[in-house]
Structure formats: C-alpha cells, structure tokens
C-alpha cells in the first residue's frame, strides 16, 4: 500500500501554478496523492490578481480559513508536500491536531515567526535569495531541517530543477523509509 501524500499549493492555487502538475506526475505512481488548492479552501475571491493583494488577503484571513477547511478535510495521518503559504497552513493545522507524519515545505511564508513546531519529521527548503529565511538560531531552537538552494529566490519550487531534486529526495527518502532532505546537486 502506498504512503499518503498530501499536497498544498501556493496562494495562486492550480490556475498559476502549472508547475505543480510537475510535482503530481513525478509521484503520482509512488504515492497516494491528494491535492488541495489552498485558494480554493482560503475562499479568497479578488479582483484585482496582484502579488500585493493575494498576500493581504491571505494574511488577514485566507490562511485561517484555509487551516480549518484543512483539519475538517483531512483525518487520516499523512506525509505534506507544501509551497509557500501552503506549508504555514500545514505547519499551523499540525500544531491543532492535524495527523502529519512528515513536512516538507518549500519556501513556507513566514515560518520564521512561529515558535512552536509540529511533532514531525520537518523538512524546509529556501532560495538563496529568498528574503524572511530562518535564522540559524531558529533552526537550532525548533530542530528542523533546513536546505538552502543557491541562486533560487522565493519561487525556486516552479523550477524543473528543483521540482527534479525535491521529488528524488522525497522519493529516495520514501525508499529510506525516512522523509529527510539529502544535500543533492542540482540537475543539469
């Protein structure tokens, strides 16, 4: 029987991110995977698509809407694959009894002001020029896992590149039976 993967988009959701159908095909066949278009639970209907107002949206509510649809919908203990503010709704639903058995989060919004941790195998993933990181001290407190991609910025998970690697790791790790980051290069 296949692990469970649980899935969380970015704050633009499936209809910007054509990426993530990359990160689905790739594990798809190793995993029993479901998705959750995290604007879709945030009920974040805007008229205007900026950056600026997507990400007010979600701070001033989205994102807790977000998090109770999350622990309503799912029950069942699984492995999350998260993007952006799609990880700080998982790490948040973790904290009020969402069952998770592994995080791994790329470029997760604001995580770095959290002071409190899942009781789970937490993997983070940063850009290199990605501003709001975690502090070493941080890392140190929280004892999380944390890989820095050189030369990517805040968007490195719509990279081939980088969906290649975190899918190998996610998948060498499944092999492993031990949901961790492995220091791998970067395909060329």
Request: hydrophobic share 45%; glycine share 6%.
């Amino acid at each position: 029987m296949a692990e469970r993967l649980v899935v969380l988009s970015d704050m633009w959701g499936a209809k910007k991110g054509l990426w993530i159908t990359s990160y689905l095909g790739y594990l798809q066949q190793y995993f029993d995977i479901v998705f959750y278009d995290i604007r879709q639970l945030s009920d974040v209907n805007l008229i205007s698509n900026t950056a600026e107002d997507v990400y007010e949206a979600f701070i001033n509510g989205g994102m807790n809407t977000a998090l109770a649809q999350l622990l309503v919908k799912e029950r069942e203990a699984s492995h999350y694959l998260t993007f952006c503010a799609g990880g700080t709704i998982a790490w948040k639903a973790a904290l009020c009894g969402l069952p998770m058995k592994s995080l791994t989060a790329i470029s997760p919004l604001n995580i770095h002001l959290l002071r409190e941790k899942p009781d789970c195998k937490i993997n983070l993933l940063f850009g290199e020029y990605q501003e709001a990181k975690p502090t070493p001290e941080w890392l140190s407190e929280m004892d999380v896992n944390m890989e820095i991609m050189p030369k990517f910025g805040k968007d490195l998970y719509s990279d081939d590149k980088v969906i290649q690697k975190v899918c190998m790791d996610l998948l060498d790790a499944l092999l492993k039976n031990k949901l961790s980051f492995k220091k791998r290069p970067l395909v060329s």
